[in-house]
């Protein structure tokens, strides 16, 4: 059969199985207690129930990663369990493999869910490649060394390095303890040895190297012979001939493009590139020139080094079959390779992404999830509606004044007394604010909602938020809670819960005291002597669990705690609870 014949019965029959395929997308919804996740048809028909904590895309093997109870498992497309969820996460699966997660460490899947290690690693870094993927496990020191382990879940190359890359044409740059550099192939055989203080980001037979711990980084071939000389202060691998290098000027980072010769086809001048596949660069520049740690505008160029647009896109995604999802700052969209948009497929107002998804477009804009068919047509979005009950509903309500401030709101229908009062003072906590409409701002603001719980006439709404100043190392959460009497309106504070007088501070302070002295887990990551009871207007909510006090980040604990809580069941605080109180009688 000639080869372009050959190439079109591919191309046939891959639409024709794309038209038989039912495939399966994830969808979720927001409902009492939280989100659920589910699945629909490529109709936009609901097919599996939004029954899950979370829920990802179905793989290429008909196999999709889902959340129970705070931990993972996996189903098949007609919704049958495979993989119990009992991990603490599952990595999707490469090469017919994934990487698992428990408390006794990393371990490797097959696809029917069966463990194929015979022991757990302390890390299994990335996913398999080539028939390969790297284990960790510290040696008495208490250092971690590296190795690899084939298909099969067996080492087949000894844990004893110090660092080590994923496999890319058979051959893998490892590092030894005693601090050299090696090329090694998928049998761990050496290939060559390099007498350099840094060798690294191998590709297209090429390696970034340092002569010197403190010096500039070049390139050397696979036998060690320096190609390009070192002047960079940082070098990506080669992909398609081109690799991404940066010089330093005055602490900051300039970055440009360099062919196999070190000839420059993009000057260093731009404070962010990145690579998006099929010969195309997002070249990015400061918003603000004076604050070169905010984010990049970019715009597209060619690996020639022609710039084909403007800057004008805050995001762009990977090119996949010519076309690339971008965001400039009123929509998201798709264009083509010379930047051109797709007149054809859809324009969502917001910033975030598109990407085909089997036979559907797939939206995750503004941070929330839509579906268009293939003629760019909405066939699902997310429902911005939870029903409470047949009286009662909180609807979603967006807010979006600058395009770095975004807030979802709850608003409450159904009240019969003081609805508008309720809602005013939940805008406000969930921080509806005049802001600047064009003026950048100095950090990026997203809030958001759940209904935590509804009992009798008591709504608990969680207010959250991440503030994230764009000059910081990271950003700070925020979480806020509304107990709301549906039935008076009022919303109620924490005293409200106990009798008037009643040392319901000392009484908390002195529980949450003895938990954390008769757990060892707090221990580990509360700060020594740092908690002294709470204030009489400590955060809190109401749970079918009991109360629950909690603290904002660093008041008791590093930032990675998070909020610390302690939960206190209603019993133990049955002799100071008012039982006649208006809270109390809301959801009892």
Not at 161 to 182: H, M, P, R
Request: some cysteine; charged content about 25%; overall charge negative.
């Amino acid at each position: 059969m000639p080869p372009e014949v050959e190439k079109k019965a591919v191309r046939v029959l891959s639409i024709f199985r794309e038209t038989r395929a039912v495939y399966l997308f994830p969808v979720v919804m927001k409902e009492i207690g939280g989100k659920k996740w589910g699945y629909i048809n490529a109709k936009g028909k609901q097919i599996l129930p939004n029954s899950y904590e979370h829920a990802e895309d179905f793989q290429e093997n008909d196999l999709a990663i889902v959340s129970l109870m705070d931990k993972s498992g996996i189903i098949n497309a007609q919704g049958y369990i495979i993989v119990q969820p009992k991990y603490d996460t599952i990595n999707p699966f490469s090469e017919g493999r994934a990487v698992v997660n428990d408390p006794q460490g990393f371990k490797v899947i097959d696809e029917s869910g069966k463990e194929i290690t015979d022991r757990a690693y302390s890390i299994i870094v990335g996913e398999y490649k080539e028939g390969r993927v790297r284990a960790v496990e510290k040696d008495e020191h208490g250092r971690y060394l590296y190795g690899y382990l084939n298909k099969r879940g067996k080492v087949v190359i000894p844990i004893t390095f110090e660092a080590a890359s994923d496999f890319d044409q058979g051959k893998a740059i490892v590092k030894t303890k005693d601090g050299s550099f090696q090329l090694i192939d998928l049998t761990g055989k050496i290939l060559q040895a390099y007498p350099y203080a840094y060798v690294s980001n191998y590709g297209q037979g090429l390696l970034a190297f340092k002569e010197n711990k403190d010096g500039k980084i070049g390139y050397i071939d696979e036998q060690g012979k320096i190609v390009i000389e070192p002047k960079f202060s940082s070098a990506e691998s080669f992909i398609d001939g081109r690799a991404i290098v940066s010089l330093s000027d005055n602490n900051r980072e300039q970055y440009g493009v360099i062919d196999r010769t070190g000839h420059y086809v993009i000057k260093p001048n731009y404070n962010q590139i990145l690579y998006l596949d099929e010969g195309r660069f997002a070249i990015g520049k400061e918003m603000d020139p004076k604050l070169p740690c905010m984010r990049s505008i970019y715009a597209l160029a060619d690996s020639g080094g022609h710039i084909l647009t403007g800057f004008i896109f805050n995001g762009i995604t990977n090119f996949q079959d010519g076309l690339a999802s971008v965001s400039d700052a009123q929509h998201t969209y798709f264009i083509d390779k010379l930047g051109k948009r797709i007149e054809q497929l859809p324009m969502v107002r917001g910033s975030g992404s598109l990407s085909f998804e089997k036979t559907l477009i797939k939206g995750d804009v503004d941070e929330r999830l839509n579906y268009f068919n293939q003629n760019g047509e909405l066939l699902w979005k997310q429902a911005t509606i939870v029903p409470l009950n047949n009286n009662y509903t909180v609807v979603e309500q967006k807010y979006k004044p600058n395009k770095d401030y975004l807030v979802y709101f709850p608003q409450i229908e159904g009240m019969k007394i003081h609805q508008e009062k309720v809602n005013h003072a939940l805008k406000e906590l969930a921080g509806v604010k005049t802001m600047p409409a064009h003026t950048q701002l100095e950090s990026n603001y997203t809030g958001d909602f759940e209904v935590t719980l509804y009992e009798k006439n008591l709504l608990v709404i969680k207010i959250t938020g991440y503030d994230y100043p764009f000059c910081a190392a990271h950003g700070m959460p925020v979480e806020k809670y509304a107990h709301i009497n549906l039935k008076t309106g009022s919303i109620y504070q924490l005293k409200d819960l106990f009798k008037s007088g009643s040392p319901y501070v000392k009484v908390i302070s002195d529980m949450i005291g003895d938990q954390i002295k008769s757990n060892e887990k707090y221990s580990s990551y509360l700060f020594p002597d740092e908690y002294h009871g709470i204030q009489a207007d400590q955060p809190f909510f109401i749970s079918e669990a009991g109360l629950n006090i909690y603290f904002n980040p660093y008041e008791i604990a590093a930032f990675a705690a998070g909020f610390p809580t302690f939960t206190i069941p209603f019993e133990d605080l049955k002799n100071i609870i008012n039982g006649n109180s208006e809270f109390w009688k809301s959801f009892h």
